[in-house]
Nanobody, 125 residues
Framework: QVQLVESGGGLVQAGGSLRLSCAAS????????MGWFRQGPGKEREFVAG????????AYSDSPKGRFTISRDNAKNTVYLQMNSLKAEDTAVYYC??????????????????WGQGTQVTVSS
């Protein structure tokens, strides 16, 4: 069983930064590709960023590209999402997701098997 716990959300002004963390309770974290998704008010859950098991490959959706950076520390069983130049439209609940994969970085929610409870990010304009 994989447990994912997100942290680091909060209220920030537009133009500010936040770093989200997702700690995974799993025996072999390096088997998993990891992703970040978000769901804004009245919107569907959408892919934000993903990282391969090694950290060598990353993928981003168009909206946060250039502003967000995903990374992972396999020694700490943790994946991060550094969010810079935040905009009001980034306001959402952010979810961490995991899937066993040594090849691809899934970019859809159906590509992941395990999910965290989410952390709220609110950007004030």
């Amino acid at each position: 069983q994989v447990q994912l716990v997100e942290s680091g959300g909060g209220l920030v002004q537009a133009g500010g930064s936040l770093r989200l963390s997702c700690a995974a309770s799993v025996r072999t974290f390096s088997r998993y590709a990891m992703g970040w998704f978000r769901q804004g008010p009245g919107k569907e859950r959408e892919f934000v960023a993903g990282v391969s098991w090694s950290g060598g490959s990353t993928a981003y959706s168009d909206s946060p590209k250039g502003r967000f950076t995903i990374s992972r520390d396999n020694a700490k069983n943790t994946v991060y999402l550094q969010m810079n130049s935040l905009k009001a439209e980034d306001t959402a609940v952010y979810y961490c997701a995991a899937v066993v994969s040594r090849v691809a970085v899934p970019m859809t929610s159906t590509g992941y098997d395990y999910w965290g409870q989410g952390t709220q990010v609110t950007v004030s304009s």
